[in-house]
């Protein structure tokens, strides 16, 4: 089990993909997302394995769930600043987005 203050410390956001390219060097299809999480965060980039479950024409401007306060990862020479949320298991993947408009930068709690 997990305590609420172990939960409470992950700062989870709502983010817009603002750019998607193909992360080449990556041994797993893989994306380069640019994601705007507003003004207080800015723009991070984010590297995500989800290149065989969505379209580049899917994902821009789509609102979804980042972790923002992870400790960047070197994935294949990108540093990858943040974790979006999804859902399910290799042949199956759904990016968790909020059901209505929210502006980039709103925490969820």
């Known amino acids: 089990m997990v305590g609420i203050e172990t939960f ?7 983010g817009r993909i603002i750019a998607v390219e193909d992360h080449e060097g990556a041994r797993k299809p ?14 991070r980039t984010i590297v995500a394995g989800i290149r065989q ?25 990108i540093e990858s600043q943040g974790m979006l949320l999804a859902a399910g298991e290799e042949d ?3 990016l968790l987005v909020p059901d209505r408009e929210m502006p980039e930068g709103s925490r969820i709690h």
């Open 30 to 43: 893989m994306y380069k997302l640019t994601v705007d999480l507003g003004q207080e965060i800015g723009t």
């Open 92 to 94: 199956a993947v759904a």
């Open 53 to 77: 479950h969505y379209q580049k024409g899917e994902l821009m401007n789509k609102k979804i769930a980042c972790i923002v306060n992870l400790d960047p990862k070197n994935i294949a020479g």
């Open 8 to 14: 409470s410390a992950l700062d989870v956001r709502i």
